[in-house]
């Protein structure tokens, strides 16, 4: 099962900071949190990982909170091209380091 | 970031026929992979894990006989679905881990959409 909660969606405007939130409450020490996004009708896209950092690459910032229950993966300047579902994953390693997919947050970036 | 290719990208067959799809790690060598399998609307959900020269891990629920999988090399692996249903159609997807990235991410395919008709 996902051990992550997300909004089912949310909309940000063009040009804005779109920030996503993720809880993860029952995430152990040494997991780390994932995201990714799939675009309509294409294989998931890798965006940034962390495990206790704040952590930022050229597409997208990711921090997460002391206690590491929390992330928030921040998009710096939404396009329309972002237009995805989010993804925010704990990689399973107990179950052998599997990603297992929840539901995602659909976010509609607009003009 | 690495890339991972499948072939085809989109397949239509007739019911009763077995359909093969390929993936394939382009840049880096992947001794883990993994299918899943999308269905309209829905989340990704994992079929199986297969480690290279060794027997699948499927998923509960997930029938091996029908699907079978083969990783045959460090940059190969395979997904056949046999028998195919209407069912059976759906978005497959694989993914490749390689134990040399950060991590060990993984990286997605484009996806293969299988029609059964």
């Known amino acids: 099962d996902a051990k992550t909660t997300q909004p089912p969606s949310m909309d940000c405007a063009e040009g804005r900071a779109a920030n996503l939130p993720c809880n993860h409450s029952?995430?152990?020490?040494?997991?780390?949190v994932y995201w990714y996004r799939q675009i309509h009708s294409q294989g998931p896209q890798y965006i940034i990982h962390?495990?206790?950092n704040n952590e930022t690459n050229e597409m997208a910032s990711l921090i997460i909170t002391e206690d590491r229950k929390s992330s928030t993966l921040i998009l710096p300047h939404a396009t329309l091209r972002d237009t995805a579902v989010y993804y925010c994953i704990v990689r399973d390693k107990a179950a052998g380091n599997k990603l297992t997919f929840g539901g995602g947050t659909r976010v509609l970036v607009k003009p | 970031g690495a890339v991972v290719s499948q072939h085809p990208s989109w397949v239509i067959c007739k019911s009763g026929t077995s359909v093969k799809i390929e993936c394939r790690s382009l840049?880096?060598?992947?001794?883990?992979m993994f299918w899943y399998r999308q269905f309209p609307k829905q989340s990704l959900m994992l079929m199986a894990t297969s480690n290279e020269g060794s027997k699948a891990t499927y998923e509960q629920g997930v029938e091996k006989d029908k699907f079978l999988i083969n990783h045959a090399s460090l940059t190969l692996s395979t997904l056949t679905v046999t028998s195919a249903h209407p069912e059976d159609s759906s978005f497959y997807i694989c993914s490749a881990r390689s134990p040399i990235r950060v991590q060990e991410t993984q990286y997605f395919g484009p996806g293969t959409r299988l029609l059964v008709l």
């Open positions: 029952t995430i152990s020490g040494n997991e780390y």
């Open positions: 840049d880096f060598q992947a001794t883990t």
């Open positions: 962390g495990l206790k």
